[in-house]
T-cell receptor
Framework: DAGVIQSPRHEVTEMGQEVTLRCKPISGHNSLFWYRQTMMRGLELLIYFNNNVPIDDSGMPEDRFSAKMPNASFSTLKIQPSEPRDSAVYFC?????????????FGPGTRLLVL | DAKTTQPNSMESNEEEPVHLPCNHSTISGTDYIHWYRQLPSQGPEYVIHGLTSNVNNRMASLAIAEDRKSSTLILHRATLRDAAVYYCILGSGAGSYQLTFGKGTKLSVIP
């Protein structure tokens, strides 16, 4: 199993530009999560999908952030326009189901730097 | 949300056992206890989880106090590869999909 795949692994962009992060979950998993990690705030959940449907997006910082999951094998997180404070490592994770005992499998992350 | 408390950092000598503590005094009866770790420059990685009984797997053991207000992650023989931040997290609530990461314990392994 290839695990959770994220692309790109690194992204450097200028303020105001659009950024799109991509994630391929583990095949057969029906829950997908986007997290953001910074030194100041640690790991934060941004949004959670179950069966391709967004369930909870309360962690999305503001309207500049949007996430989609058009099918069970692909999800995107878009930032438009990007700002320097969006610089962080963004992780995608998937799990076989939902519930308090499910294990989440994380991807390697996308390191984003907004200049 | 139920919270956990962990020491900020710990040190261990290589090939010695390591006991990583976690306090969760407000845990409810249906909350699972999860442990994840994050190696440098990698995503978090599942280690182990349990509800009431002690658990063992190939990576570690989880010892849960009888009152469930604390737990201990046990690495039986620490290796350099075990140097990471270890997170103790409660899986709680009806739709408990969310892992709420705290600051964790940074484990250093001394050769």
């Amino acid at each position: 199993d290839a695990g959770v795949i994220q692309s790109p692994r690194h992204e450097v962009t200028e303020m105001g530009q659009e950024v799109t992060l991509r994630c391929k979950p583990i095949s057969g998993h029906n829950s997908l999560f986007w997290y953001r990690q910074t030194m100041m705030r640690g790991l934060e959940l941004l949004i959670y999908f179950n069966n391709n449907v967004p369930i909870d997006d309360s962690g999305m910082p503001e309207d500049r952030f949007s996430a989609k999951m058009p099918n069970a094998s692909f999800s995107t997180l878009k930032i438009q326009p990007s700002e320097p404070r969006d610089s962080a490592v963004y992780f995608c994770a998937s799990s076989p189901g939902q519930g308090r005992r499910e294990t989440q499998y994380f991807g390697p992350g996308t390191r984003l730097l907004v200049l | 949300d139920a919270k956990t408390t962990q020491p900020n950092s710990m040190e261990s000598n290589e090939e010695e056992p390591v006991h990583l503590p976690c306090n969760h005094s407000t845990i409810s009866g249906t909350d699972y206890i999860h442990w994840y770790r994050q190696l440098p420059s990698q995503g978090p990685e599942y280690v182990i989880h349990g509800l009431t009984s002690n658990v063992n797997n190939r990576m570690a053991s989880l010892a849960i106090a009888e009152d469930r207000k604390s737990s201990t992650l046990i690495l039986h023989r620490a290796t350099l590869r075990d140097a990471a931040v270890y997170y103790c997290i409660l899986g709680s609530g009806a739709g408990s999909y969310q892992l709420t990461f705290g600051k964790g314990t940074k484990l250093s392994v001394i050769p």
